[in-house]
């Protein structure tokens, strides 16, 4: 076992782990954060996606002992920003949740092409989640959410459970 110290969602944190331990299971298991999905375990489908120091990463196939030093955000740590309460308002919007299984996988696939590109067009959003597979919606629907979500953000429009009536 070793000590491994990273940044979660903002705050220092340190695990005690062997090395290779998938980081997928320290995030569910030892820090909470479900919403970090296991799909197929082995690098295809996107659902266990977080950013490390901002870009996009399969937690499945990454061990924890890569991660030192590192800044993690999990769809936890993302959608509770306001930018990224926008982009659960733009799927909302646009219907693009169904059986949500791959949905919080999506949400860290938007938040780091909104990061990089706030008004991608249709092929670029297509391209940024190519790398997160839906059963359930033929992506249409999702391609529209992230349109939404960048509108809203790009309007500075504040998210609606913060709205009057919202869930905050
Ligand atoms: S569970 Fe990690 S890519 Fe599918
Ligand atoms: S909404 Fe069901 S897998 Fe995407």
């Known amino acids: ?15 005690r782990a ?3 331990a998938r980081f997928l299971d320290v995030l569910r298991e030892e ?10 375990g082995e690098g295809e489908c996107g659902a266990c996606s977080v950013l490390k120091d901002g870009r996009i990463v399969n937690s499945c196939i990454l061990s924890v ?13 993302i959608s ?5 309460a926008l982009i ?8 693009a949740v169904q059986c949500g299984f791959c949905m919080t996988g999506m949400l860290v696939a938007t938040e780091a092409l909104l990061r990089e590109n706030p008004d991608p067009d249709e092929w670029t959003i297509r391209t940024a989640i190519s790398g997160n597979l839906c059963r359930c919606t033929g992506y249409a629907l999702v391609v529209d959410g992230v349109q939404r979500a960048a509108e809203r ?8 459970r913060m709205q009057p009536g919202g869930q905050s």
């Open 80 to 84: 509770a920003t306001e930018k990224g």
């Open 88 to 95: 659960s308002d733009g799927y909302a919007e646009a219907g």
């Open 1 to 15: 076992m070793y000590e491994i110290s990273f940044t979660l969602n903002g705050k220092s944190v340190t695990t």
């Open 18 to 20: 062997h090395p290779l």
């Open 65 to 77: 002992g890569m991660i030192e030093g590192c800044s993690i955000e999990t769809p936890e740590g």
């Open 31 to 40: 820090f909470g954060m479900t919403g970090v999905k296991e799909g197929c």
């Open 153 to 160: 953000r790009a309007a500075g429009t504040q998210p609606a």
